[in-house]
């Protein structure tokens, strides 16, 4: 045994006089050292769901106010009345997801960020009134002095608004390779976006009643304003500005590497009705023996509906690899070193937006029988449905060691908005309009710009590739409808000839002969 391990020790000795001996000659070379490597990856999701609904209802609602005055003169205040149904629902989700990397000073870096978000949001909204009534009466029996201004006003308004943003922004920066290092970074983001919006407000027979009276009492009547509005609007809206950005800069790293992939899809959907069914106003006013002049008189019934859905996607991508002054730096360059620049960018996006809106009115009316100052009576149904996308994609890459090109940004043309035409003072004025506007516009104005610029080297091979993909897909579907069913409006006065006083006038004719006779029709 002991023969046997000194033979094993004699044999390992003559193998290491060997080695050495066959490599006496040759130049010691260190080893080289273990390549640094910089890897870095970012993942972040987001998933949002809002919802909201409201609902607000009022049945038979009714404000009364009346006044009499016998032999009491005086003078009357304002009476404002009103009945008001309110629902108000919104929803909306936010993402401003944030993602940065940065490398400097190792031979092989990597980087790679992804960054998913899915949003929703639904808000609903409902306002109904039926019958609701307000009725003012107003009388004066030798008592003279003056009424005040009379405000009806019945009001059914619902209003929806969903919304969604997103804000993601992406940035890698590599710097400081050195030779024979690589860079990679990759980039991806997804978002997916949906908003829906609906509305409904309805008015069931609503009613202002204003009535005076006056016998053997001059004096002067306030300004009559009846109204009954009904409102709905549903707004839905979503919004994407992803970022992303890519810098690299190897200062001796021959091969650069970088992608970018952006994927949009964005629903938005509105809906709006109002309804009013046989909205009435009615002013009466009845001067018997009793001079003095009625104030204005103002008598509208409105329906409107408004439904909006917008998507809006503001994508940007950019990319810049520059080589500097690093390649007279490698070793072999020159006879046969290789540098290659890669860039790629894709970005996909799908819009689609959906906004209806109607407005009905059954058999509005209104009557005014008061010999007043001026007359506007009123009746307006309303709808209007929009929708509308907006692309605002940016692909830029810029490869070589020249100074990148950039791109402006044109400004906004700014819109002037035209005048509404004053309202005629007097005279008595009639309106009767059903309206209808539908809008549905898709805009893209993708842009794309790639620049390279090489200085050459005498030999070797240098390789600069890049492409860009864009797609785009937009649908955009509004419909408005409006509808008036028998609108009608009455306008005349009541009155009763003032005799012509002798003079002297007596006691009795005294008050009321002041002033001329007031008119009958």
Not at 264 to 269: S, T
Not at 435 to 455: E, K, P, R, V, Y
């Amino acid at each position: 045994m002991r023969r046997m391990y000194i033979a094993l020790f004699a044999s390992l000795l003559a193998a290491a006089a060997l080695a050495t001996g066959a490599s006496a000659d040759l130049t010691p070379v260190a080893p080289p050292p273990a390549p640094a490597m910089q890897t870095a990856g970012q993942l972040a999701t987001s998933q949002q769901s809002a919802d909201a609904t409201a609902a607000s209802t009022q049945v038979a609602p009714k404000n009364t106010n009346v006044s009499v005055r016998v032999l009491s003169p005086g003078a009357d205040g304002p009476v404002s009345q009103a009945n008001t149904s309110t629902a108000i629902g919104a929803a909306g989700n936010a993402n401003l997801t944030g993602q940065q990397i940065a490398q400097d000073g190792s031979a092989n870096q990597q980087a790679g960020q992804a960054a998913g978000s899915e949003q929703d949001a639904s808000a609903a909204a409902e306002s109904d009134q039926i019958k609701p009534q307000n009725t003012n009466v107003d009388v004066r029996v030798l008592s003279p002095g003056s009424n005040g201004s009379v405000s009806q006003a019945n009001t059914s308004t619902a209003a929806a608004i969903a919304g969604n943003l997103n804000a993601t922004g992406q940035t890698i920066d590599q710097s400081g390779a050195g030779p024979g290092g690589q860079q990679t970074a990759g980039q991806e983001a997804g978002s997916k976006q949906d908003a829906s919006a609906a509305a409904g407000s309805l008015q069931v027979e609503p009613s202002n009643t204003n009535v005076g009276v006056r016998v053997l009492s001059p004096g002067d009547d306030g300004d009559v304003s009846q109204r009954n509005d009904s409102t709905a609007a549903a707004i839905a809206a979503n919004l994407n500005a992803t970022k992303q950005d890519i810098g690299q800069d190897p200062h001796g790293s021959p091969s650069q590497t970088a992608g970018q992939a952006a994927g949009n899809w964005q629903g938005a959907d509105a809906t709006a009705l109002s309804g009013q069914v046989h909205p009435s106003n009615t002013n009466a006013d009845v001067h018997v023996l009793s001079s003095g002049s009625g104030g204005s008189v103002s008598q509208a019934n409105t329906s409107t509906a408004v439904g909006a859905a917008l998507n809006a996607n503001l994508t940007k991508q950019s990319i810049d690899q520059s080589s500097g002054d690093a390649y007279p730096g490698l070793r072999g360059h020159k006879d046969d070193g290789i540098a290659i620049q890669a860039a790629g960018q894709l970005a996909i996006n799908k819009q689609d937006a959906a906004a209806c809106a109607t407005s009905l009115q059954i058999a509005p009316e209104n009557t005014n029988l008061s010999s007043g100052d001026s007359v506007e009576q009123d009746n307006t149904s309303t709808a209007a449905g929009i929708a509308a996308n907006l692309n605002g994609l940016g692909q830029t890459i810029g490869q070589g060691p020249a100074e990148k090109d950039g791109y402006g940004k044109a400004d906004d043309p700014v819109g002037k908005t035209a005048k509404s035409p004053a309202k005629p003072a007097g005279g008595v004025s009639q309106s009767n309009t059903s309206t209808a506007l539908a809008l549905s516009g898709n805009l893209n104005f993708t842009h794309q710009s790639i620049s390279q610029q090489q200085d050459g080297h005498p030999s070797g091979v240098d390789v600069q590739a890049a492409g860009q993909a864009a797609g785009n897909e937009q649908h955009a579907t509004s419909t408005a409808a409006s509808f008036q069913l028998a609108p009608a409006n009455h306008n005349g006065s009541i009155g009763v000839v003032m005799p012509l006083c002798p003079r002297p006038a007596p006691p009795v004719c005294a008050p009321v002969c002041r002033s001329e006779v007031v008119p009958v029709t």
